[in-house]
C-alpha cells in the first residue's frame, strides 16, 4: 500500500495539533490541579457543535444562499452538503470572509466550551472525585443525545457538513496552510498553558491537587482556581472541536462518544501527568499508533475491525501503565515552589547548592 | 392507563438494573471505586448464552450457572490482577477509575473480536442476536416469560443475599469487613478474601442480568455498556452503601425511564423517544447535586418533622 508521505505527514500534524490541545487541557485539569475530568468529549463536542450549527447560517446571506433553503430545517436537512459546498465555493472567492468566520467560530466554540466548564465548576467543588467523574461521563452522553436528536442544532443524527475557510488557498499549499493554521493553534495553547503553569496561578494549582484543604487554610480560594482552570481548559477543548470539524468537513453526534475522552486520559497518563512535555508525547505516541493503523488495517487479514485490536491494546497498555509506571514516560518533575531570599542568601553562602539549581531550573 | 407492555418492560429493566446495581454497590462499598466494567460483565454473560444458543441451540435458562460463572471468574480476575495491586500500592480513586474505564475499554472491544470471530468461523448471528421468548396467557394478556423469569431471579437474588449477608457467618464478616476493614483484620477476618467474592458475587449477578438482556432486545457486544450509566444512577439512588439501597435504586430508575418516557412521548409534550436514556442521567445528576447520599441517606424522620412544624 502506497501512502504520499507529504499527505500523511500533514494529516498526522493535523490531527495531532487537536489532540495536543486536548491532551494539554486534560493535563491543565487532571496533571497540574488534580480535577477528575472525565467528560472531556463534551467540551470538544461543543466546539464542533457551534461550527457545525453557525457557519453556514451565518455566511448564507453574505454569500447570498436562498434564505429559504437555510432557515428552513426540513429543507436544511436535505440541502445542507449541498449549501456547505456554496459556502466554500464563496470562501474561495472571498478570503477575508473566510478567515474572519474560522477565527470568529472557533472564538465561539472557545467561549460555548468555557460557558460548559463553568457549569461543570459547580459540580467539581461539591462532588468526590468518583461522584464527579461519573456526573460528568453521564453529562457527555446528555449533550450527545441532546445533539443527536435536537435537529436545529447540527440536524440531529443525520449531522451536518462544515465547508472549507481554506478553500481560497490553491490546491497544492491548501493542505499545508490548513496544517500550518492548526499547528499555530496548538503552539498559542501549548504557550497558555505553558505559562499558567510557571505563573504562581500554576503553583497553586498544584498545590491543591496535592492537599486542597492546606490550601484552602492558608486563605486560598480553592472553588475559584477550579472554576478558572476548568474554564481555560474547556475553552481549550472547545477550539480543538472547532478545528476538528473544519478539518473532517462534517460533525455528527455519534463522533462524540466517551471512548474519546478515554484517549485523552490514554495520552495523559501514557505521557505523563503534571507536565505538558507528558502530555505532548502521549498525544504523539497515541496518534502515530492509530494512525499507522488506520493505513494498514486494509492489509491486515482479520476478521474483525482492527480498531477493536487497538482499543484492546490501548486498555491494556494504559493498565500496565498505571501498574508498573504510574508517573508516565516523562515524569513530573519536582520543583521548589519557593527560592526565599534567605534561601539565596544561604546560597550565596555555599549552603544551598540544591536550592540554586533549582532556581535555574 | 397505561399499556400492559409499558409495564412488562419496565418491570423487565428495573430486573435488569436492580441486579446489576447489587454488583455495582458492592464492589464500590469493597474498594470504592466506580467500576465502569461493570457493565460489560453482563454483556459477558449474554455471550455465553448466545454462543450456546447459536451453536447448539441450548435453552438460555440452562445456560446461567455457565452465565454466572464466566463473567465472575473475569470479574476476579480483574480484582485480583488489577484493582488489589493498585488498591495495595495506595493508587488514587482516579488512577483506579481510569484502570476501570481502560479495563472498559478493553473488555468491551474484547466481546467485539469475539463476536466478529465467531460469525466468521460459524457463519452464524453474532450481533443483534434475540432469543425467542415463551408468551404466557394470563387472564387475556400475553404475558412474556422473561418477565416472570427475570422477576423471579432479582427477587430471588436479593433475598438469598439477604439471607446471606445476615444469616451465616461468612455473610456477617463480609458486613464487617467492608464496614471497617482495619477492624475486622484485626478480628481474624481475611478482608481481601471477602473483597475478592464480594468481586466475584457482583460479575455472576451482572451475567445473570445478561442472559436476559437478549429477550428484551436485539443484543450486541455495546449492551452491557448502554446499561452501565444507568446502573450508576440506580447505585448512586441507592447511596451505594447497601445492596437493598441498590434494589430500591435500581425499581425507581427502571419504572421512571419506562414510564416516564411513555409519558413524555405522548402528547401534549411529545418528545422523541430518543431521549429516554436522557431520563435516568438525569436523576443521576440531581441525585449527586442535591443529595449525593441517595434516597437512603436522607434523613427522612427529620424531614418529615420540619413538615410538622410549619
Known amino acids: ?361 | 392507563m397505561l399499556p400492559p407492555e409499558v409495564i412488562y418492560d419496565a418491570v423487565i429493566v428495573s430486573n435488569l438494573v436492580a441486579l446489576l446495581s447489587i454488583g455495582l454497590t458492592l464492589t464500590y462499598m469493597t474498594l470504592k471505586v466506580p467500576n465502569f466494567a461493570h457493565g460489560d460483565l453482563a454483556t459477558i454473560g449474554a455471550y455465553v448464552a448466545i454462543t450456546a444458543y447459536e451453536l447448539a441451540g441450548a435453552n438460555p435458562y440452562l445456560m446461567m450457572p455457565l452465565a454466572f460463572l464466566v463473567p465472575a471468574a473475569y470479574s476476579l480476575a480483574t480484582y485480583l490482577l488489577v484493582y488489589k495491586p493498585l488498591w495495595r500500592r495506595g493508587a488514587n480513586v482516579v488512577t483506579m477509575m481510569v484502570a476501570s474505564i481502560a479495563l472498559e475499554v478493553a473488555t468491551r472491544s474484547g466481546m467485539h473480536v469475539y463476536a466478529d470471530v465467531m460469525r466468521e468461523a460459524y457463519k452464524t448471528y453474532f450481533r443483534g442476536v434475540m432469543f425467542d421468548d415463551v408468551y404466557l396467557p394470563l387472564g387475556g394478556l400475553r404475558v412474556p416469560g422473561v418477565l416472570l423469569t427475570s422477576t423471579l431471579t432479582a427477587f430471588a437474588m436479593t433475598l438469598a443475599l439477604y439471607l446471606f449477608l445476615t444469616r451465616t457467618k461468612f455473610g456477617v464478616a463480609m458486613r464487617a469487613a467492608i464496614e471497617n476493614p482495619s477492624l475486622a483484620s484485626t478480628l481474624g477476618i481475611d478482608v481481601e478474601k471477602v473483597y475478592a467474592f464480594s468481586w466475584f458475587l457482583a460479575g455472576g449477578l451482572a451475567g445473570l442480568a445478561g442472559v436476559f438482556m437478549p429477550f428484551r432486545v436485539p443484543t450486541d457486544p455495546e449492551v452491557g455498556w448502554l446499561m452501565l450509566l444507568k446502573v450508576f444512577a440506580a447505585s448512586i439512588l441507592g447511596g451505594l452503601e447497601s445492596v437493598f439501597g441498590a434494589v430500591l435504586g435500581g425499581y425507581i430508575i427502571g419504572v421512571t425511564e419506562v414510564v416516564g418516557i411513555y409519558a413524555l412521548s405522548k402528547p401534549p409534550i411529545s418528545i422523541s423517544t430518543a431521549y429516554r436514556p436522557a431520563i435516568p442521567f438525569a436523576i443521576l445528576i440531581l441525585t449527586l447535586l442535591f443529595c449525593p447520599k441517595g434516597i437512603t441517606g436522607v434523613n427522612w424522620r427529620s424531614l418529615l418533622r420540619r413538615g410538622e412544624e410549619r
Open chain 1, 1 to 361: 500500500m502506497i501512502v504520499d508521505p507529504l499527505r500523511f505527514l500533514l494529516d498526522f500534524l493535523a490531527f495531532y495539533s487537536i489532540y495536543l490541545m486536548l491532551s494539554l487541557s486534560l493535563n491543565l485539569e487532571y496533571g497540574m490541579t488534580g480535577i477528575s475530568n472525565f467528560g472531556k468529549v463534551m467540551f470538544f463536542a461543543a466546539g464542533a457543535f457551534v461550527a457545525g450549527a453557525l457557519v453556514v447560517r451565518l455566511v448564507a446571506p453574505l454569500a447570498g444562499l436562498d434564505p429559504s433553503l437555510v432557515y428552513d430545517l426540513s429543507k436544511y436537512k436535505v440541502y445542507n452538503v449541498m449549501l456547505a459546498t456554496e459556502v466554500s465555493r464563496f470562501f474561495a472567492s472571498s478570503p477575508g470572509v473566510a478567515l474572519a468566520t474560522l477565527i470568529l467560530t472557533l472564538a465561539l466554540g472557545a467561549l460555548f466550551g468555557a460557558i460548559l466548564g463553568w457549569l461543570a465548576a459547580y459540580p467539581a467543588a461539591k462532588l468526590k472525585e468518583d461522584y464527579l467523574g461519573i456526573t460528568l461521563v453521564v453529562a457527555g452522553e446528555l449533550f450527545r443525545i441532546f445533539g443527536r436528536n435536537y435537529e436545529p442544532l447540527i440536524c440531529g443524527s443525520l449531522g451536518v457538513s462544515v465547508p472549507d475557510p481554506f478553500a481560497w488557498v490553491p490546491a497544492p499549499a491548501h493542505d499545508l496552510a490548513r496544517t500550518a493554521f492548526m499547528l499555530a493553534v496548538a503552539a498559542c495553547a501549548w504557550l497558555i498553558v505553558d505559562a499558567l503553569d510557571k505563573s504562581p496561578f500554576g503553583r497553586l494549582a498544584r498545590a491543591i491537587r496535592d492537599n486542597d484543604l492546606a490550601a484552602e487554610a492558608l486563605g486560598k480560594d480553592v472553588a475559584k482556581v477550579r472554576l478558572t482552570v476548568l474554564m481555560i481548559g474547556s475553552a481549550i477543548a472547545g477550539v480543538a472541536g472547532g478545528l476538528y470539524a473544519f478539518y473532517t468537513g462534517a460533525v455528527s453526534a455519534d463522533d462524540f462518544t466517551p471512548v474519546r475522552t478515554f484517549i485523552v486520559w490514554v495520552m495523559v497518563v501514557m505521557g505523563g501527568a503534571g507536565n505538558n512535555a507528558g502530555a505532548a508525547l502521549g498525544a504523539l505516541i497515541y496518534l502515530g499508533v492509530d494512525r499507522v493503523l488506520t493505513i494498514v488495517k486494509h492489509s491486515i487479514p482479520a476478521p474483525f475491525d482492527v480498531n477493536y485490536l487497538s482499543y484492546i491494546i490501548l486498555g491494556v497498555l494504559l493498565v500496565a501503565m498505571l501498574m508498573y509506571r504510574p508517573q508516565g514516560l516523562v515524569p513530573e518533575k519536582p520543583r521548589p515552589l519557593l527560592v526565599s531570599r534567605g534561601a539565596e542568601l544561604e546560597a550565596a553562602r555555599g549552603g544551598g547548592e540544591e536550592v540554586s539549581k533549582g532556581a535555574r531550573a
